[in-house]
C-alpha cells in the first residue's frame, strides 16, 4: 500500500509560480513511476506530467508542455511538479499518482494505469 499526500497549492495571479509536492509512504517509492494529473470543475481527470522511477524519463500534456517541471527526490520520497507561467485554465484539483511498476511505459496519460492517488491539492489561477 501506498499514501499519497499532496501540498503546495493555493490562490495565484496568471503569470506566477507554484510548486506542488507528493509525499510518499508505505511500498518502496524508488520503485513506482509518478504523474501528476488534474481535474477541473465539470470536466474528466486529465494527465499533466509523469515520472519513471530514475527521473530520467519523464512525460508532459501538451497544455503544460515548456511551463511545468515534473522531478522526484528518491531520498525523500517526494514528487514535485514545479509551474510556471500559470493561466487561469490551469485551475484544477491537482491529483498525485503512483504505479507499482518502475517506468510509465508507451501511455503514461491513462488513468488506469496508476494503482494509486492522493486526494488532491486545489490550484486557483486568477486573471
Known amino acids: 500500500q501506498v499514501q499519497l499526500v499532496e501540498s503546495g497549492g493555493g490562490l495565484v495571479q496568471a503569470g506566477d509560480s507554484l510548486r506542488l509536492s507528493c509525499a510518499a509512504s508505505?511500498?518502496?517509492?524508488?520503485?513506482?513511476?509518478m504523474g501528476w494529473f488534474r481535474q477541473a470543475p465539470g470536466k474528466e481527470r486529465e494527465f499533466v506530467a509523469a515520472?519513471?522511477?530514475?527521473?530520467?524519463?519523464?512525460y508532459y500534456a501538451d497544455s503544460v508542455k515548456g511551463r511545468f517541471t515534473i522531478s522526484r527526490d528518491n531520498a525523500k520520497n517526494t514528487v514535485y511538479l514545479q509551474m510556471n507561467s500559470l493561466k487561469p485554465e490551469d485551475t484544477a484539483v491537482y491529483y498525485c499518482?503512483?504505479?507499482?511498476?518502475?517506468?510509465?511505459?508507451?501511455?503514461?496519460?491513462?488513468?488506469?494505469?496508476?494503482?494509486?492517488w492522493g486526494q488532491g491539492t486545489q490550484v486557483t489561477v486568477s486573471s
Open positions: 508505505g511500498r518502496t517509492f524508488s520503485n513506482s513511476a
Open positions: 515520472i519513471n522511477w530514475s527521473g530520467g524519463s519523464t
Open positions: 499518482a503512483a504505479r507499482n511498476l518502475a517506468r510509465v511505459g508507451a501511455t503514461p496519460w491513462l488513468t488506469t494505469l496508476y494503482d494509486y
